[in-house]
């Protein structure tokens, strides 16, 4: 009775032993892949409690939560020849359970290995402001060159991956500084000078009312004596009106002009000549009378007819003599 108590005892242990062995628990965020003898059985088991045969079988449990693995610091050259320091976080998730145990040995580390790679591929396409001013692009692109070895191979997927920190050398740190003094300092420049622009154009609009109003520059004027006298001034000033500075102005051209006038040098009169002297008939030596033209007047009517002929330019020198006169 005894032995076969025993017996029993041992074949209770036993399948209590089996029974362990059998059992497997899955949580709810893992998958359970069970190899028989090595070969891998179609059936993923879920969640919850499950029975695998005690000799043979093997559960590899995978999970299935978003991972999250960090990627070392990389030094690499962008495309303007920048040498900088980039460090970046990957978040990708299994998809694929029996993919992520038979395609590839330790999968982490192979999408460590893929990140290092592809992160220093991406930066040496891209310049330095691209990477600064646009990350969102470049994280896009790390995103895409990365889904390509691991999604459909190793059954993983690339959730997110984000650039963490860019390191630059100490000289490339201190010319951007200076650029960025440079141009805040620009668009102080450009936002003062549109100001006095502004203000330029206030004050000539105002200047017109004015001028099409005196007495409002004469308030104006008061207002201004009002507001220096309020603070207890032992000085008053008096602003003096451009008015009166115009006239005088005025006066003294007026003034210049009239002297320059009157101590400019009076024009010269013309040279006159003197008529020429009226052609008279001439007489040579042997008593004849001799004509202008040289030929001899012996008679009374030659003499006439010598008159009649010189009479015309006679006229014209006696009307020279007296315009000349007069």
């Known amino acids: 009775m005894g032995v076969l ?16 062995l059998s059992l497997r628990n899955v949580q709810q965020y893992e ?26 079988d093997r559960m590899r449990k995978v999970s299935v939560q978003t991972e999250v693995l960090g990627i070392p610091p990389q030094g690499s050259i962008t495309a303007d020849n920048v040498t900088l320091t980039v460090d970046a976080v990957v978040y990708f998730k299994v998809i694929d359970p029996v993919k992520a145990l038979v395609n590839v040995r330790n999968y982490p580390s192979a999408v460590s290995q893929i990140a290092q790679t592809s992160l220093r591929a991406v930066i040496g396409r891209a310049d330095l402001d691209t990477l600064l001013s646009d990350r969102d692009h470049i994280n896009a692109e790390l995103k895409k060159v990365m889904d390509a070895p691991t999604e459909e191979p190793w ?19 201190r010319s951007m500084s200076k650029q960025a003094e440079a141009e805040r300092e620009r668009r102080a420049r ?10 330029s154009q206030r004050l000539s609009d105002a200047a017109a009312t004015m001028a099409d109003t005196p007495g ?3 308030l104006r004027l008061l207002q201004t ?15 003096f009106p451009v008015e009166i500075l115009r006239f005088f102005e005025h006066q003294s051209r007026e003034t ?14 013309p040279e006159l000549t003197p008529p020429a002297p009226p052609t008279a008939p001439a007489f040579s030596l042997s008593g004849e009378r001799v004509g202008s033209g040289g030929e001899r007047i012996g008679s009374r009517a030659a003499v006439a007819r010598e008159r009649r002929d010189n009479w015309p330019a006679q006229a014209d020198s006696d009307s020279d003599a007296s315009r000349a006169r007069g």
């Open 225 to 239: 004596v009002v507001d220096v006298s309020a603070e207890k001034n032992s000085t008053l000033v008096m602003p």
């Open 190 to 199: 450009v936002i003062a000078a549109d100001g006095e622009f502004q203000a």
């Open 256 to 269: 210049d002009g009239e002297s320059a006038r009157r101590s400019s040098p009076r024009p010269a009169l």
């Open 155 to 173: 059954g993983l997927r690339i959730e997110r991956v984000e650039i963490k920190d860019i390191a630059l050398p100490e000289s490339m740190m």
């Open 31 to 56: 998958k359970g892949v069970v190899f028989r003898f090595g070969r891998l059985l179609p059936d993923i088991r879920g969640p919850g409690l499950r029975v695998i045969r005690p000799i043979g």
């Open 5 to 20: 108590i025993t017996v029993l005892v041992v074949f209770a242990v036993a399948g209590l032993v089996l029974l362990a």
């Open 216 to 218: 409002a520059l004469q």
